[in-house]
């Protein structure tokens, strides 16, 4: 049951001001979105449709806590089949956009950002690597990219996700 009691009235607004959040207002709830989705296919959990209602609804604080708010998988099958034209996997983006602004961001993010950082990619790149790619006649690589943590702090992402 959702309860509307702490509801925002405003936070559909907010998201309309987002890019990609401009045809929230389109969406009368047919689930085309949700049928047509692979992603709840395979996790029943997983609904457009309820995140784009809630969010509709203003209930701003489930929405953007929501795990499942990040498990898109922007193949843009719903917004193939949305007969209001509304792009779908765009304002599922602008959603999770604006809850990183407001401080919600899976874990997983935080410490793959954590790794960008440090070594300017997702693995850490081995001794035992740099041999096996020797061997094989391959170009050396360097164990980090500081130039990606530049980048990083340049946008300024890193602050946002982080607070």
Known sequence: MINLK???PNFKYEIIKQKGGEGLLKCFGCSDCAASCP???FD????PRK???LTLLGVKKEVLSSPFLWFCAHCHACTERCPQGIMVAELINAIKNYAVEQGYC???YKVQLDLLEKLGRLYEVEDFD???RQKLGLPPIDKTIPEVAKILEYTG???VVKK
């Open 6 to 8: 702490n509801a925002d």
């Open 157 to 159: 992402i890193a602050k």
């Open 106 to 108: 899976p874990e997983g």
């Open 130 to 132: 740099l041999k096996k």
């Open 39 to 41: 992603v709840r296919y």
């Open 44 to 47: 029943e959990r997983y609904n």
């Open 51 to 53: 995140i784009i209602r």
